[in-house]
T-cell receptor, first 116, second 118 residues
Framework: GAVVSQHPSWVICKSGTSVKIECRSLDFQATTMFWYRQFPKQSLMLMATSNEGSKATYEQGVEKDKFLINHASLTLSTLTVTSAHPEDSSFYIC????????????FGPGTRLTVL | AQSVAQPEDQVNVAEGNPLTVKCTYS??????LFWYVQYPNRGLQFLLK??????LVKGSYGFEAEFNKSQTSFHLKKPSALVSDSALYFCAVRDSGSYGGSQGNLIFGKGTKLSVKP
């Protein structure tokens, strides 16, 4: 299947700093990218959906000013956690999908964020 | 509203025995159904999908799933479990009538932990 990469795979930062996570589709053009958050032993919670060149659509309860998403190209999306706090510590997973609704979503390996 | 239910938090199977991980769904239109597997501290790996056609779908690593429209189910199965199959399994659905924005995304079940003992 297609490959989606995430960088970094883990990051530790101090409270109040900002962290950027990159998501790349390596061998296909991702029309749509998704960002999920996963708490321990829980399912994935969709945070936002982004289409290339458009503003991201955020799910209810997700602060768009805190979780900045940029989908600048068909192969790259970034999630920036601004002014991170300990409660933002989580496993963040990106996913990319091709052009049609029948396409499966391919997932990145995830980024473990720990805010001290 | 779309939803997915995985009624079992955990499934325990002995190696070599058949396994079933249950999934039921609810959508307003025709469902697109998916199974993913997640190993510890990793992202999700695609196993198989049902879009249309044959109700029995074969996927990666010897897994298969049967679409049952009358029971709105899409149970994941494998004839002979391996210890290496131990992981977290997620069923997901996408409504064929939805597209674009968050409506085009997958809705996940809460996951079922599969434990295969030697």
């Amino acid at each position: 299947g297609a490959v989606v990469s995430q960088h970094p795979s883990w990051v530790i930062c101090k409270s109040g700093t900002s962290v950027k996570i990159e998501c790349r589709s390596l061998d296909f053009q991702a029309t749509t990218m998704f960002w999920y958050r996963q708490f321990p032993k829980q399912s994935l919670m969709l945070m936002a959906t982004s289409n290339e060149g458009s503003k991201a659509t955020y799910e209810q309860g997700v602060e768009k000013d805190k979780f900045l998403i940029n989908h600048a190209s068909l192969t790259l999306s970034t999630l920036t956690v601004t002014s991170a706090h300990p409660e933002d510590s989580s496993f963040y997973i990106c996913s990319a999908r091709g052009q049609t609704i029948v396409d499966e979503q391919f997932f990145g390996p995830g980024t473990r964020l720990t805010v001290l | 509203a779309q939803s997915v239910a995985q009624p079992e938090d955990q499934v325990n199977v002995a190696e070599g025995n058949p396994l079933t991980v249950k999934c039921t769904y609810s959508v307003s239109g025709n469902p697109y159904l998916f199974w993913y597997v997640q190993y510890p501290n990793r992202g999700l790996q695609f196993l198989l999908k049902y879009i249309t056609g044959d109700n029995l779908v074969k996927g990666s690593y010897g897994f298969e799933a049967e679409f049952n429209k009358s029971q709105t189910s899409f149970h994941l199965k494998k004839p002979s479990a391996l210890v290496s199959d131990s992981a977290l399994y997620f069923c997901a659905v996408r409504d064929s009538g939805s597209y674009g924005g968050s409506q085009g995304n997958l809705i996940f079940g809460k996951g079922t932990k599969l434990s295969v003992k030697p």
